[in-house]
């Protein structure tokens, strides 16, 4: 089936600095994708949704400043979390559909933060 | 607002026990529900879906049935294997399958399922 690749899995960084994760689909094209945050024994909590070529939709209560979110082509996402702080430390996940085929939804492995 | 439950966990079976997780829901309208698995080490994978009332899910010995009446949504299988020891989400999408924000999902805490020999 089509797979959703995210990188890095996990990363370390310290306070105040700029992490990027990207987000590919690797055999087919997704004009919309995901972005899911993940708390410790808590439930996925969407984030925004990405739209190739234009600005991403937040939801209510995400800083889109904080979480920059850019989508330039059919296959790729990337989340910038900016200045970074240890409450952003959790896992984050993407999610892509495959209109061409099934249209069914399919997940990144998630990318793991932990801000020092 | 959307909102699913599902059952606390952890579940510890040993193999071939029946396996019940339950899901609960509240949504406005005709929600679609899920059932997503990941692995170790792994991404969310569908395990199944049903679109309307009364509809059955099933995949890999799992069954869940869409009941509106109850607003639930309750994961089976009648005999567990090692290889079912996952993390399983039941979810909804407040729209129908062909809608555009059907990625929007809203999930459960998780249920960590471990099945010993």
């Known amino acids: 089936g089509a797979v959703v690749s995210q990188h890095p899995s996990w990363v370390i960084c310290k306070s105040g600095t700029s992490v990027k994760i990207e987000c590919r689909s690797l055999?087919?094209?997704?004009?919309?994708m995901f972005w899911y945050r993940q708390f410790p024994k808590q439930s996925l909590m969407l984030m925004a949704t990405?739209?190739?070529?234009?600005?991403?939709?937040?939801e209510q209560g995400v800083e889109k400043d904080k979480f920059l979110i850019n989508h330039a082509s059919l296959t790729l996402s990337t989340l910038t979390v900016t200045s970074a702080h240890p409450e952003d430390s959790s896992f984050y996940i993407c999610?892509?559909?495959?209109?061409?085929?099934?249209?069914?939804?399919?997940f990144g492995e998630g990318s793991r933060l932990t801000v020092l | 607002g959307d909102s699913v439950t599902q059952m606390e966990g952890p579940v510890t079976l040993s193999e071939e026990a029946f396996l019940t997780i339950n899901c609960t829901y509240t949504?406005?309208?005709?929600?679609?529900l899920f059932w997503y698995v990941q692995y170790p080490g792994e991404g969310l994978q569908l395990l199944l879906k049903?679109?309307?009332?009364?509809d059955k899910g099933s995949n890999k010995g799992f069954e869940a049935t869409y009941r509106k009446e109850t607003t639930s949504f309750h994961l089976e299988k009648g005999s567990v294997q090692v290889s079912d020891s996952a993390v399983y989400f039941c979810?909804?999408?407040?729209f129908g399958a062909g809608g555009t924000s059907y990625g929007k999902l809203t999930f459960g805490q998780g249920t960590i399922l471990t099945v010993h020999p």
């Open positions: 999610s892509a559909r495959d209109y061409s085929n099934t249209g069914e939804l399919f």
């Open positions: 055999d087919f094209q997704a004009t919309t």
């Open positions: 990405s739209n190739e070529g234009s600005k991403a939709t937040y």
């Open positions: 949504a406005t309208g005709y929600p679609s």
């Open positions: 049903a679109t309307k009332a009364d």
């Open positions: 979810a909804l999408s407040p």
